[in-house]
């Protein structure tokens, strides 16, 4: 009932709001002064506009100016008043929730000159930022030797990147939110970064590692917000190309392997024909991967046959295997087929205006697996993800200083990952009849010792899972800007989520069916260990109502917020409420579960579901000592709600597990938001007209983590999580930016930082809770796994002018040239040091955590990397073209993301060189061994994975065309 009133209170919200509605969350503000130039007086009444947009204002008596509600992006402003000339102030950018300041000095008509246009130049210092913000713009991302918006958050002070992954300021990675054109988009599963976003629309990337305002929710470490760009006044067509074709897949060619990279994209934009007042923008990019997960570390290539025994394998025959061949270049059957478009429209009716837009990607992968890399490649699991996002918003400007907020928007991702030859007829994948590589209905073909347990061809994917979870949000804002000085905002966002997820033990269907064929098709799947939430117990058919039902949760928030700007002082003062409703019911008694006789969790043990409430006070404050010196403090609470995927359980698994007497790893509809209190404190200083460096020190406390504890319970014990992990985090970063300067530009970044804690994901303490009771949990803080003591980049930028270089043939074949550098370091991350032993054959929880030094004492090595772009533009007609070679790991380095703990090292774990691993290699001359001439080289092969390592060095030629 409570869910239905709050839906139905939105709606009416949303009604009232749809006339005058806009997300805040993409806008800035300008200001600026206009005066007389000769005088300096000012020009009460002057007239200021964006050129291109309705949007303006005219000066007050002081010849102030306030323009609210502007969108992201760079604009022309012009200024006039009568009796002078006219001033146009270009490339005055505007991001996101910050105040860009604009100051117009206009020269009198007497005077001999013609209006004036000027190049604004960014400030280096904003004092209106009252915590650590980084702003990339398209043209700094045009020019990166990298693509995708969360490689350029990695290189922002205070952000550790891993992989793909994202950590900032020692958080966890589901505590970031992500945002496009205002819309999040996290998995509403799992909380993590889904979808992608085609590079070339970007307009601005901003990011925010800690310290945001209290408009901002749902987020415990930082916000990384991207704005795309916007139809303008003209016609623009621009498109990209990049590709790898021109290497081989099988040979290195300077000490480079082609990955099969191939991108193609084009945008159109403009106004509308005969509708000037509508804009449009819309993009479309497809991607195809030989290899969407490139590695510096080698794989198995080939396996030598050097003859056929036919008495082995029980009188079947075997092929004689001799030495397993390793090598570089694309991992096999590791593809990716991806499809990417992002679009919107604006409708510019002052004082209404609206936008609507959207952006999905659709990807097609295989995913390679090291244990199938000897003889099963062909079955590397076949995986889908649809990820849409797409929204509605509007603005009313009520006078000059208000204006009305509102947005209504949906973000989807739908998931399969599926065995490639049956997809989601599960009952197949077990079926002899079907699957006719299984010895037995249900049974995998065996492994070998002597093969290194690669995987035999034929083993099919064990548990196929789909999930498909969507998140329906609504948001309002009210701004009121009161004089210069006050801002003043409040809101409302609320988050409607729908969470689907299914997964079963595929291979037990053929089983239970074979040993009782009468079976019902409900037992056989609940044998079956189903896991079903919001679809059916064979997952063929999404269901509503029921124990299984779809889970619901809602997530809102309001806040009150006041920015206070003086002369010499910002003040960001603001209150937040959080709200979480679980819609996940709880067990009255989660140490005695009651399971009915057809075998199913009984519905009169649960209880309601949880309801959080939190209260989150913020504040930020600006110290501008001068124009060139800006200090900055921060304190501010933040919860956010658990992973969903930790919270919802699945009934019919939960059960089985039970009565099976399983060890299991559960979850908990009882957990509560995670919190964290942060501090932070800095300053911005500018050196001399071109530089200026920004040094930030920051301390978080982290509680209500969430870890795994076992509980006593009946018809069996079982592991829950629970909130029980804490840390703190403290930490200094410091960016160095360097304007243009005789053509060169640069940027450097480095964090000094320290991330302790209880435990670096909801699951570390499964080993503790696999091993039984008494079961001995970390009290104290250690360094966390994703805890790089010092990290940092270094991009310098040098581009030439026109008219540089020696003329020839007409022209100057060394103008329009750029050079990017990019130089990326940091410390290897920590491990646990463990006992010597196989990484093979000692399995399980007990055999393969053996610590015997401190967690987390010693780490992996440092890793540093060289990436590099050369381009040269160049115009014929009215189209521009761009070309550039892009070098990926130019030193070839080889860079370690995992080790061994029991060696240290990443290519091997040291077992073959033990007494244990000398009679496996002595194996060579078992006289029962007739097949496997060397299984030190199946070892070798099978430890040395290449997901151990970073990327390889890589070449990719592109082509970029922009037609006006």
């Known amino acids: 009932m409570e869910v239905i009133m709050i839906r139905r209170f939105l709606l009416i919200v949303i ?88 100051n117009l000095a206009l020269p009198s008509e007497a005077l001999e000159v013609s209006d004036v246009i000027i190049i604004a130049e960014r400030p280096l210092v904003n004092k209106n930022a009252t915590n650590e913000v980084h702003i990339i713009t398209a043209e700094q991302i045009e020019n990166l030797p990298l ?10 002070g205070g952000v550790t990147q891993i992989g793909g992954t994202l950590y900032v300021r020692g958080g966890r990675p589901e505590e970031i939110q992500y945002y496009v054109d205002g819309v999040s988009q996290n998995d509403p599963f799992t909380n993590n970064q889904a979808g992608d976003l085609i590079s070339g629309s970007i307009e601005e990337v901003q990011v925010q590692t ?66 000037d007042r509508i804009k449009f923008y819309g993009a479309f990019e497809v991607s195809d991967f030989d ?24 009188g079947a025959g075997a092929p004689i295997l001799g030495d397993v061949a390793l090598g570089g270049g694309p991992l096999p059957n590791n593809d990716l ?70 947005t209504a928007s949906w973000f989807r991702v739908q998931a399969t990952d599926y065995d490639p030859r049956f997809g989601s007829d599960f009952a197949a994948y077990g079926d002899t009849t079907r699957n006719s590589a299984l010895p037995a209905p249900g049974n995998q073909p065996r492994t070998n010792d002597l093969h290194a347990r690669f995987r035999p061809a034929g083993t099919t994917m064990a548990v196929p899972n789909h999930s498909k979870n969507t998140n329906f949000t609504f948001r309002s804002d009210l701004t009121h800007q009161r004089g210069r000085t006050h801002e003043f905002k409040v809101g409302f966002e609320a988050r409607l989520y729908t969470v689907r997820s299914y997964s079963v033990s595929a291979m037990r269907i053929a ?186 020190a920051y301390y978080k406390e982290l509680t209500d983590l969430v870890q795994q504890r076992n509980l006593t319970a009946t018809p069996s014990s079982y592991a829950l999580y629970i909130n029980g992990d804490f840390g703190t985090i403290k930490g200094l970063s410091a960016t160095f930016e360097l304007r243009r300067t005789n053509r060169v530009a640069a940027t450097a970044q480095y964090t000094l930082q320290i991330a302790a804690g209880t435990g670096s994901d909801g699951a570390d303490a499964s080993a503790i809770n696999w091993l039984g009771t008494p079961p001995v949990y970390p009290t104290f803080v250690a360094p966390l796994d994703f805890d ?35 130089f990326t370091f940091h410390s290897g991350r920590p491990y646990t040091p463990g006992q010597q032993r196989s990484a093979i054959f000692d399995t399980g929880p007990a055999a393969q955590n053996r610590p015997q030094a401190e967690i987390n004492s010693a780490n992996e090595p440092f890793l540093t990397n060289l990436d590099a772009k050369w381009d040269k533009s160049f115009t014929f007609g009215n189209i521009d073209f761009n070309v550039y070679l892009w070098a990926i790991n130019l030193l070839g380095s080889e860079g370690i993301r995992n080790v061994y703990d029991q060696s240290g090292e990443a290519h091997t ?31 070798t092969a099978r430890v040395n994975n290449p997901f151990n390592f970073e990327q390889p060095r890589q070449y990719r030629l592109g082509l970029r065309f922009n037609f006006r």
């Open 15 to 102: 009604a009232m709001l749809m006339p005058f509605a806009l997300l805040g969350q993409t806008i800035g503000k300008i200001v600026g002064t206009v005066t007389d130039r000769e005088t300096g007086d000012a020009l009460p009444g002057a007239n200021v506009v964006i050129e291109g947009t309705t949007l303006g204002a005219a000066s007050n008596v002081s010849g102030e100016f306030i323009i609210l509600n502007v969108p992201v992006g760079a604009y022309s402003i012009k200024a006039s008043f009568i009796g002078y000339k006219s001033v146009t102030l270009q490339n005055v950018r505007v991001s996101i929730g910050l105040t860009t300041e604009a």
């Open 147 to 156: 693509r995708g918006y969360t490689n350029v958050a990695g290189l922002q």
């Open 210 to 275: 800690g310290g945001f305002n209290a408009e901002y929710g749902f987020a415990n470490s930082g916000i990384i917000q991207v704005s795309t760009k916007t139809g303008r006044s003209n016609y623009t067509v621009s498109g990209e190309v990049i590709t790898d074709a021109f290497l081989s897949k099988t040979s290195e060619k300077l000490g480079a392997f082609g990955y099969g990279y191939n991108i193609g994209n084009v945008a159109i934009s403009g106004p509308v024909p005969n509708m």
């Open 291 to 314: 290899d969407r997960r490139r590695s510096a570390g080698v794989h198995v290539t080939g396996i030598e046959t050097v003859g056929f025994d036919s008495t082995a394998n029980q």
């Open 337 to 406: 087929q991806r499809l990417n478009w992002n679009v919107n429209l604006t409708f510019d009716y002052k004082p209404l205006r609206f936008k609507v837009g959207g952006n999905s990607t659709r990807d097609e992968f295989n995913e390679f697996n090291q244990l199938n890399a000897a003889f099963n490649t062909d079955l590397n699991a076949a995986r889908t993800q649809d990820t849409d996002s797409y929204y509605l918003k509007a603005t009313h400007t009520i006078g000059s200083n208000t204006f009305y907020t509102a």
């Open 511 to 696: 089983s239970a069916r074979n040993a009782n064929p009468d079976a019902s098709e409900v037992s056989v799947y609940q044998s079956a260990f189903a896991g079903n939430i919001g679809y059916d117990i064979t997952g063929q058919n999404e269901i509503n109502s029921g124990i299984d039902k779809p889970r619901k949760p809602v997530v809102a928030g309001v806040y009150i917020q006041d920015k206070l700007e003086f002369q010499d002082m910002v003040v960001n003062l603001g209150l937040r409420w959080d709200y979480f409703k679980t819609d996940a019911p709880t067990f009255n008694d989660p140490s005695n579960i009651i399971i009915t006789q057809d075998g199913q969790i009984d519905p009169a043990q649960l209880g309601d579901a949880k309801v959080y409430n939190d209260l989150n006070p913020r504040i930020g404050l600006s110290f501008p000592v001068t124009d060139r010196t800006v200090f900055h403090a921060q304190y501010g609470k933040f919860t956010q709600p658990p992973e969903l995927d930790r919270l919802f359980i699945a009934y019919t698994d939960f059960a089985n597990n039970l009565q099976s007497g399983n060890f299991t790893q559960n979850e908990n509809p009882a957990l509560k938001p995670v919190k964290t209190t942060s501090y932070e404190l800095g300053f911005r200083q500018q050196i001399g007209d071109n530089a200026a460096l920004d040094i930030t």
């Open 788 to 822: 790089q003591r010092h990290t940092g980049a270094i991009n310098l930028d040098f581009r030439t002018l026109a008219g540089d270089g020696p003329e020839f043939g007409g022209g100057h074949p060394f103008g329009r040239m750029g050079l990017n550098l990019l």
């Open 909 to 939: 774990d040291g077992y073959l060189q033990t007494p244990q691993g000398q009679v496996f290699t002595d194996r060579a001359n078992d006289p029962l061994n007739s097949t496997v001439l060397n299984p030190a080289s199946f070892y």
